[in-house]
């Protein structure tokens, strides 16, 4: 059993997902364009959810979301189904790969054979595509990867299973329809407003508001947590902010480059330029995660070099509030 | 970030054949895309989280070698867990997991229990029973 499925490699793996299933179904879509019209740009900081023992840090808004906001605003339906058994979970897989429906799944990433073990955490939230079954091994679609893999029954029923928070529940996605004609001007219009209220909101954890509340806590994290822990913090924030095509720079690069497909689209000259001062954010987070490597990588113990860093973020922060004042005009 | 400064350091993905699609700019600051093979940052910041894993097991091994704790929390740090999501593997509350780190009570839990936490460590109950750290 095997759909005609063509696999395309991505930055993220929601908006490769995403991508690669609209693609399969006539809807030539591009990564940047799910990304930006998904709204998947986002900032948030739970300093009272623990994930490897230090804070969580969130560039991008949950599991799911960009693929539901990406569907609403184009009028694509999408089915999703959880599960609470793995028999009813399978049935419904192949159900559709014998319909030729190649399916999105969440899973978790301890169990994904394919994957370094380095890379193999506790993590529930990443994405990828089955689209065929050849006698017990299914044909896997992982968007971060180069090429498709496969992975056993067994190991798809763990990850799909996979416990924790997000824990996916055998989620399977897939879009059930798609319009003839879609409005992208007016969908990119209420992406791009909503990308600025999320960054603008005035709450103290969210968008910008969330990394200065983040800067002034790194000033305050070596005297508090000791140095030790200061530097397993900021390696957490590095980790989420760049692992796997994911967060702060990377992120700002997939939005950029959905800005200059949309200036296209919307005949505006305005968010090509915007495009390119987001490219500048992108590399600024670049450097940040940068400088904040040499911290932990050293272990040095001055007190001077968290608030450099935390004056870093200030900087950036205060650059992408500007930046979505500007933006929230542009549309 | 340019097309020419995509990052090409050696990384723990490489071991496995893997590259990283990035977006990056051309000449012009047009957008296009390139693989990386890794960037340094990442990789620190990646082996400092792998390194604290090791550490901790490497804490709890020696604690179950010294009668302090079962190794059912050894595993659990070897397979990078915390308690929450063993409990959601197990299906057991956390206060008992919790419970089940002393020793006492650890030679007392039956087969059934065993399996339950075997499961979750994708182990055998006779690996986990005759751990000695």
């Known amino acids: 059993m095997k759909t005609d499925f063509t696999h395309h490699q991505s930055a993220h793996c929601e908006n490769g997902v995403a991508s690669n299933l609209l693609k399969h179904n006539g809807l030539n879509i591009s990564e940047p364009m799910v990304f930006g019209i998904g709204s998947g740009l986002f900032f948030v900081y739970l300093p009272f959810i623990k994930v490897n023992h230090a804070p969580a840090f969130s560039y991008r808004p949950l599991p799911g979301i960009i693929f539901s906001r990406l569907a609403k605003r184009l009028g694509i339906k999408i089915k999703r189904q959880k ?5 009813a979970a399978e049935k419904a897989l192949e159900d559709n790969l014998k319909k030729n429906i190649p399916s999105g799944l969440q899973v978790g990433v301890y169990n994904l054979t394919y994957f370094p073990d380095d890379y193999r955490f506790h993590f529930n939230a990443h994405n990828l595509v089955v689209y065929g079954k050849e006698e017990n091994n299914y044909l896997i679609s992982d968007p971060v990867m180069e090429t498709v893999t496969t992975l056993t029954a067994e190991e798809l ?7 924790g928070a997000f824990a996916p529940k055998g989620q399977i996605y897939y879009p059930v329809y798609i319009p003839e004609e879609i409005d992208f001007k007016k969908a990119i219009t209420k992406a791009i407003k ?3 209220r999320d960054m603008l909101a005035p709450m103290p ?21 000791g140095v030790r822990k200061a530097n397993h913090y900021l390696a957490q924030i590095v980790r989420m902010q760049e692992e796997i095509g994911t967060g702060g720079g990377g992120f700002r690069f997939i939005y950029a480059a959905f800005l200059q497909e949309a200036s296209v689209i919307m005949e505006s000259e305005a968010l090509k330029t915007l495009s390119f001062e987001m490219t500048e954010i992108g590399d600024m987070w670049r450097d940040f995660a940068l400088e904040a490597s040499r911290v932990y990588k050293k272990r040095s113990a001055q007190q001077d070099v968290y608030n ?24 | 970030m340019k097309k020419s400064e995509v990052p090409q350091d050696k990384s723990n993905i490489e071991s496995v054949n893997m590259r990283e699609l990035c977006y990056a700019t051309d000449e012009n600051g047009n957008y296009t895309t390139a693989l990386s093979s890794g960037w340094e940052p990442k990789t620190i910041a990646l082996s400092n989280a792998i390194d604290d894993i090791k550490e901790r097991t490497e804490e709890a091994r020696q604690k179950v070698a010294n009668g302090e704790t079962s190794p059912i929390l050894y595993f659990m740090e070897f397979s990078k ?48 029973r005759n751990f000695k750290g």
């Not at chain 1, 979505?324 to 549309?331: C, E, I, Q, S, Y």
Request: charged fraction near 30%.
């Open chain 1, 83 to 87: 599960f609470s058994g793995s028999q």
């Open chain 1, 157 to 163: 029923d763990r990850v799909r299973f996979a416990k």
């Open chain 1, 194 to 196: 909503a990308t600025c």
């Open chain 1, 205 to 225: 954890i969210i968008g910008v508001a969330g990394m200065r509340y983040v800067s002034k806590q790194i000033r305050k994290w070596p005297a508090k947590h």
């Open chain 1, 308 to 331: 450099l860093l935390a004056d870093r973020l200030l900087e950036i922060a205060g650059r992408e509030e500007e930046f979505f004042k500007k933006l929230r005009k542009a549309v």
């Open chain 2, 81 to 128: 867990m915390d308690v929450g999501i063993l409990a959601g593997y197990t299906g057991l509350w956390q206060w008992r997991i919790k419970r089940h780190f002393k020793p006492k009570v650890f030679a007392g839990l039956s087969d059934k229990v065993l399996q339950k936490y075997a499961d979750a460590f994708l182990i055998t109950v006779n690996e986990l």
